[in-house]
């Protein structure tokens, strides 16, 4: 695919970007090399290739939930610098 200066100067005003003159000339280049590059990938014979959303198959990395005994009240409130009625108690962040 060939890429004039008149694309480089619509994708930039699109893209909010200020491509000076002197730099055209390299951007048309990459951008035509890119382009390429993906036309060369819709030449890949994907028919019998389910679609998918990452390379590596997925797994539950989870540990089973399990029930289990927690922490005593007292022994968690115990480092605790403030503390009322069996609760912790922390400064005020939001304003009356």
């Known amino acids: 695919m060939k890429v004039t200066k008149q694309d480089i100067d ?3 005003s ?18 035509d090399k890119f382009l390429t590059y ?3 990938l819709k ?9 998918t959303t990452y390379a590596l198959k ?7 939930d399990e029930v289990k005994p927690s922490l005593p009240r007292d022994a968690a409130l115990s480092n605790a610098s403030l ?3 069996g609760y ?9």
């Open 83 to 85: 503390q009322e009625d």
């Open 14 to 31: 699109l893209s909010r970007l200020n491509i000076h003159d002197d730099e055209v000339e390299g951007v048309m280049e990459q951008l």
């Open 38 to 40: 993906v036309d060369n």
């Open 10 to 12: 619509t994708v930039a």
């Open 88 to 96: 912790f108690k922390v400064p005020r962040v939001l304003e009356a």
């Open 58 to 64: 997925m797994q539950n990395v989870f540990r089973v």
């Open 43 to 51: 030449a890949v014979d994907t028919t019998d290739i389910e679609p």
